[in-house]
């Protein structure tokens, strides 16, 4: 009997997450799954499933796996450094607000920000002309679009490899050196396989928002670069037809379980 209440109070305070996760979770994968098997007039079909695997979709795909790969991968070379280097300042957790401010601006103010950074009359510009080249048209290219990409998400990839490195116990490292390991060899095989779980992290924080890209593709990119995300938003603004719509936000969410899987955590991280 007792140990019934116990189970009853144990499982009590999980009753509003699990409430939470139906109401917004499950139910809008499941309302976004009914979509995407209805036609233009409600009536149930498998051809915007069909319709996905053409080369229009497909090669949308792959475009968008693309961008975010090449996010990702500038992001973790920026971030990596600056958060090796953050671990080795006196305040560094100082620092670390410093870097995780900018996150704070929202997202629209910072990208209409670069949009007159890049623009033909912007400093950057300017800069260019003061050495006597003529102006870029620096806005509407990839460069852009995976720069200011890069720029929102390091944030988010800095954070978790900050806290792996910063967890690391630094005797190790010690215990690498005296054994006559280079810095190459310590960081290839004692620094970077005890921090590869916020490596993970920062990777599917990054990876994931960035197949999803939309209001950047439509302002910085001019639509020069077609994503999932951006598909979407055409298919349910523009379009009007929001089972297509659904299909393409099926497979996204597929995409994103299938990369949190290969990124999952095998061990929780703490100090070794």
Avoid: C
């Avoid at 309302?31 to 051809?47: C, E, H, Q």
């Avoid at 055409?234 to 996204?252: E, H, K, P, R």
């Amino acid at each position: 009997m007792g140990t019934k209440i116990m189970n009853k109070t144990a499982k009590g305070p999980l009753i509003p997450y699990i409430f939470w996760i139906l109401l917004f979770v499950i139910a809008p994968i499941a309302l976004i799954v009914y979509y995407s098997v209805l036609d233009l007039n409600g009536n149930f079909t498998l051809t915007n499933y069909a319709k996905f695997f053409t080369p229009v979709y497909l090669k949308m795909t792959l475009s968008s796996f693309w961008y975010a790969f090449l996010i990702t991968l500038f992001t973790l070379l920026f971030a990596y450094p600056t958060a090796y280097l953050l671990t080795k300042t006196k305040h560094k957790q100082l620092w670390l607000m410093l870097i995780i401010i900018p996150s704070w601006i929202n997202l629209l103010l910072k990208t209409y920000a670069f949009i007159g950074i890049f623009g033909l009359y912007g400093p950057i510009n300017a800069m260019i002309e003061v050495f006597g080249f003529n102006p870029k048209q620096i806005l509407f290219t990839d460069f852009s679009f995976v720069f200011v990409s890069v720029y929102i998400f390091i944030p988010f990839m800095i954070i978790p490899i900050f806290n792996s490195l910063d967890k690391m116990n630094p005797s190790l490292i010690y215990a690498a050196r005296d054994l006559g390991a280079s810095s190459w060899t310590t960081f290839r095989r004692v620094i970077f396989p005890l921090t590869i779980d916020g490596v993970k992290s920062g990777i599917q924080v990054t990876f994931i928002p960035a197949l999803s890209l939309f209001m950047i593709t439509r302002l910085i990119a001019g639509n020069q670069v077609i994503t999932l995300g951006t598909a979407i938003e055409q298919q349910f603004l523009v379009s009007q037809n929001w089972g297509m719509g659904s299909t393409i936000a099926v497979f996204l969410i597929l995409f994103m379980v299938l990369t949190m899987l290969f990124t999952r955590q095998k061990s929780k991280g703490g100090r070794v």
